[in-house]
């Protein structure tokens, strides 16, 4: 069965930082790009973050560029992303989802294939 599946997430002071992680199972990782998108209660899903399944190139939204960090372990089937200096505006629902595209689209949810169940990230004092 393939599956993503998020973890990391919780409860964070701003400022404060967490690292999400993303499993898959019932693929190999290594031939998919990954990408985290997030949605807020009243908002769009957007994307955050991509890593390419070729070359590692990453992907950022402006909104998260120099804070957030992408990165992927294929032996372990696993990519991150590193969130650092975390403001009130980043709590979501964050979601790792995998696909093949042009990674110039990478920022539009519907180029993946595959979605994870969601990990609720809270920045808030």
């Known amino acids: 069965q393939v599956q993503l599946v998020e973890s990391g997430g919780g409860l964070v002071q701003p400022g404060g930082s967490l690292r999400l992680s993303c499993a898959a199972s019932?693929?190999?990782?290594?031939?998919?790009?990954i990408g985290w998108f997030r949605q807020a209660p009243g908002k769009e899903r957007e994307g955050v973050s991509c890593?390419?399944?070729?070359?590692?190139?990453?992907y950022y939204a402006d909104s998260v560029k120099g804070r957030f960090t992408i990165s992927r372990d294929n032996a372990k089937n696993t990519v991150f992303l590193q969130m650092n200096s975390l403001k009130p505006e980043d709590t979501a629902v964050y979601y790792c989802?995998?696909?093949?595209?042009?990674?110039?689209?990478?920022?539009?949810?519907?180029?993946?294939?595959?979605w994870g169940q969601g990990t609720q990230v809270t920045v808030s004092s």
């Open positions: 019932g693929f190999t990782l290594d031939y998919y790009a």
């Open positions: 989802a995998a696909g093949r595209f042009r990674h110039k689209r990478w920022y539009f949810a519907s180029e993946y294939d595959y």
């Open positions: 890593i390419s399944s070729s070359d590692g190139r990453t």
